[in-house]
Structures are given as C-alpha cells and as structure tokens.
C-alpha cells in the first residue's frame, strides 16, 4: 500500500518518476518511465546536460590533458583570451609527434569546426594566429599520411588496427576538406607517395629496414606519378568513406565493435565522418550506420553489460564505454 496526502487540482497529473521500495529480496518500482518519456526528458535537458560536461571538463584535464579543456573553455566562451595563448604555445609539440594518435588531429578537425573564423560554430574564439598556427599542424601532420592511391583501394584494406585505420581515413577525409577551401592551402600538391596506408604507423622493424628510405612506409607501389590537391583527396575519399560504410553495414561491420574501450574511440572517427563529411548522401549513410551500430549494442546487452563475441577486450566483459555513452543520453 502506497498513500500520499496532497492537495491537487482536479485537473492535476502527477508522476512517481523513481519512486521504490526495497525489499530484502527485490526492488520494487511504483512506475516505470515509457520510452516516450524518456526520449522526450533527454531532448529537453541535452543542452544543460553538455554544458554541466564541458564546465567540468574546462575545470579538470585528467580528459584528453590540456588540450580537452581548452576545447571545453571556448566551448563555454570562458578564458578565451589565456586559452588562444596556451594554445598557440603548445601546439608546435604536435606538430610532428605521432600522427597516428587517436587525439590530436581529430581534436584539429573539430576545433577548426568549432571555432575558426570563417567555418566555425562558434566563429572567431580563436585567434588570427591560433588558426594560422592551428591550419600549419594540420597540414604537417597529414600531408604525407593523406596518400590519395590507399583510398582507390579495397574498403577492407587496413593500417593498423581497426581503431587507427578509421582514425587516418576521416582524419584525411575531413582535412583535405578543410584545405581545400582554405586560399593558402587549396592548391597544394600532396606526396601521394603510393607505399600504401601504413606511412609512419608503428616502428621501422614492421616494415623492413630496407624501407627507411619510406619514412616507414608499406611495400606497396600504387603511385601513378599525377599531382593531387586537396579537394581531389577529399572526393576520392569522400567515394571511398560512402562504401567503406555500405560495406560494413553488410558484413558485420567491426571486429572490435565489442572492445571495451578500442570502440569508443572508433565512434569518434564515425562522428566525425558524419559531422563533418561534407555530403549529403554520406552523411546518411553513416547516420543509418550509427543506427546500425545502436542497434546490435541494444541486443547484446542486459542493463548496460554486453554479451556476445568480445575482440581485443583484455580479460573485460564490463560495461565498457558504449554503455558510458547510452547512460549520458
């Protein structure tokens, strides 16, 4: 028995939105929320919901280091001006290190579409020289990596593991874009130097030293000596994104779509395909791929704990970061 003394209109509704009991046995739920409430309560608190995020992110780097909470701080439009010096001061030590890395030219990408002058979300909260500074790491970090003969190749050929592989290909996708609307860079020639798509990924040992002249690159010889700029790469990888999506929505899509932790980042690379693709047509395929992907999550898992195949997983069978993601929304 359940008694609540209030007076209420006639008119009144009232909802016991988390109200239980608990037994020794078992919990017992007055009500549940449908879906319709729930869907409608997600809508209605995202964006207090990103903005608690982002304050506690711009407080605290242990995210993603300095970096996260200089995109958080301009998110917010807080410490604008510290912010552009800190980053106009840091970003030369990545100009060069690991292009491989599933942070940093990722994190370009977006804070380019955030916040640059001309593109930005948010126009203008970087300054003339951030952007100039930020376009020139850019540029450094992907111009070799960016081999317009790896995406006139089979969908299903890799680089690296699946995480990395996807990273390069919408890193090079969404930066040929950026450069080929940009006056200073649109009509640079890009390498295309033909070794295949592994171009300084991992050590020289994995490729023979025979290669150092290849700057670590793969045994390939795919180059057809023609001169490619940037909005050339973009189309040929535009094409090629658009299948490699079709194709795994056919077959299964990841191996590691059930690693804990691989696959968090992998959905980042997705996003940012589908964010900043730049195509109509694209950007539907992935979203229906997100659907997909959404989806298989939903029946392989028992209140957020997933079943099913486990690649890559190291001995976790936990929650992972996929059910991070679905209990923010």
Not at 177 to 180: A, Y
Not at 204 to 223: C, E, M, N, W
Not at 243 to 252: H, L, M, P, Q, V
Not at 290 to 307: K, M, T
């Given at each position: 028995?359940?008694q ?43 964006d ?85 500074k ?10 070799e ?31 040929s874009?950026?450069?080929?609307n ?52 973009y ?7 658009q ?10 899509f ?30 539907q ?45």
């Open positions: 028995l359940c609540f003394r209030v007076s209420l209109p006639d008119e009144a509704k009232v909802w016991f939105d988390g109200v239980h009991f608990i037994s020794k046995e078992r919990t017992i739920g007055v009500t549940d929320k449908s879906l319709d409430q729930r869907m409608r309560e997600e809508r209605n608190t995202r207090r919901r990103i903005t608690q995020a982002l304050q506690a992110s711009a407080k605290n780097d242990r995210f993603g280091g300095p970096w996260t909470s200089y995109f958080a701080s301009l998110y917010l439009n807080q410490n604008v001006m510290e912010v552009n010096e800190k980053m106009l001061a840091g970003l030369d030590a990545h100009r060069h290190e690991d292009p491989w890395s599933l942070f940093m030219t990722p994190y370009l990408c977006r804070v380019y579409y955030f916040f640059s002058s001309k593109y930005g979300k948010f126009p203008g909260r970087i300054t003339p020289a951030v952007e100039k930020l376009l020139s790491v850019l540029w450094d970090r992907t111009y990596k960016n081999d317009i003969h790896w995406a006139k190749q089979s969908t299903w050929w890799l680089d690296g593991s699946e995480n990395h592989d996807l990273n390069a290909k919408a890193c090079n996708l969404v930066s874009r950026i450069f080929m940009e006056p200073e860079y649109k009509d640079r020639i890009y390498p295309d130097y033909g070794y295949g798509g592994g171009l300084h990924y991992g050590a020289p040992s994995y490729h023979g030293k025979d290669l150092k002249d290849r700057k670590h690159g793969g045994r390939a010889s795919l180059s057809d000596g023609k001169e490619y700029n940037a909005k050339a790469h189309l040929a990888w535009r094409d090629f994104m299948e490699y999506f079709i194709e795994r929505s056919k077959r299964g990841f191996v590691e779509r059930s690693a804990p932790g691989y696959m968090a980042h992998t959905l980042n690379f997705v996003d940012l395909v589908y964010t900043y693709g730049g195509d109509e047509s694209l950007t395929v992935v979203e229906q791929f997100f659907d997909l992907v959404w989806a298989d999550w939903a029946q392989e898992q028992i209140s957020g704990s997933r079943g099913g195949m486990k690649a890559r997983q190291h001995y976790t069978v936990g929650n992972g970061r996929m059910a991070n993601f679905m209990s923010y929304y």
